[in-house]
């Protein structure tokens, strides 16, 4: 069964830290997705990866970087998390054929 | 840019009722329109979508149409379950990034 994998159900942490959120895909899929979701505001893309060591900006990607060294592999990185940053984050993928999006379960990252 | 507006719940229905949520979209092209699903503890799955206008989507019950002329594309369901209790969410794309509305929660009692 193809999926995307979220390393982390629930994380804890501290203001200022640095955070590193997981993403995995099993479908050789060219593009991946961050989105973090919150009531009222529904999904909105913080970054996209069309390729090994490519991004793009998304609609919200202040505070937030990516990395992608690896096809398979896209991580989202908080280099010093704030509060307002408290979400819950779905990484996606998909190949060319949009209609193949696959989203992960999310990570539901709380900052105190 | 583009973007889908689509109806606030939270909405409770009981079983057996009729369901409908209104989603309405802006885009300069002619974007393709889904309807995508989170039940609790989940990720996004997809119910349905479109690509062109006149297409109806349809999944589970579920049935979508994609109406050019009012630009909408509501979500419908003729007799609701307690399982189809979920986030609902309309999307478009004109490319392969989605661009979600603000999500409609809905809650069904047996």
């Known amino acids: 069964d193809v999926k995307v994998t979220q390393s982390s159900r629930y994380l804890v942490k501290r203001t200022g830290e640095k955070v590193f959120l997981e993403c995995v895909q099993d479908?050789?899929?060219?593009?991946m997705f961050w989105y973090r979701q919150d009531p009222g505001l529904g999904l909105r893309l913080i970054y996209f990866?069309?390729?090994?060591?490519?991004?793009e900006k998304g609609d919200i990607p202040e505070g937030y970087s990516v990395s992608r060294e690896k096809k398979e592999r896209f991580s989202l990185i908080l280099e010093s998390a704030s509060t307002n940053q408290t979400s819950m984050y779905l990484c996606?993928?998909?190949?060319?054929?949009?209609?193949?999006?696959?989203f992960g379960s999310g990570t539901r990252l709380t900052v105190v | 840019g583009d973007s889908v507006t689509q109806m606030e719940g939270p909405v409770t229905l009981s079983e057996e009722a009729f369901l409908t949520i209104n989603c309405t979209y802006t885009?300069?092209?002619?974007?393709?329109l889904f309807w995508y699903v989170q039940y609790p503890g989940e990720g996004l799955q997809l119910l349905l979508k479109?690509?062109?206008?006149?297409d109806k989507g349809s999944n589970k019950g579920f049935e979508a149409t994609y109406r050019k002329e009012t630009t909408s594309f509501h979500l419908e369901k003729g007799s609701v379950q307690v399982s189809d209790s979920a986030v609902y969410f309309c999307?478009?794309?004109?490319?392969?990034?989605?661009?979600f509305g603000a999500g409609t929660t809905v809650t069904v009692r047996a």
């Open positions: 996606a993928s998909t190949d060319q054929d949009v209609y193949g999006y696959t």
């Open positions: 479908m050789d899929h060219e593009n």
């Open positions: 990866s069309y390729d090994v060591k490519m991004k």
């Open positions: 999307a478009l794309t004109p490319d392969y990034k989605l661009s």
């Open positions: 885009a300069t092209g002619y974007p393709s």
């Open positions: 479109a690509t062109k206008a006149d």
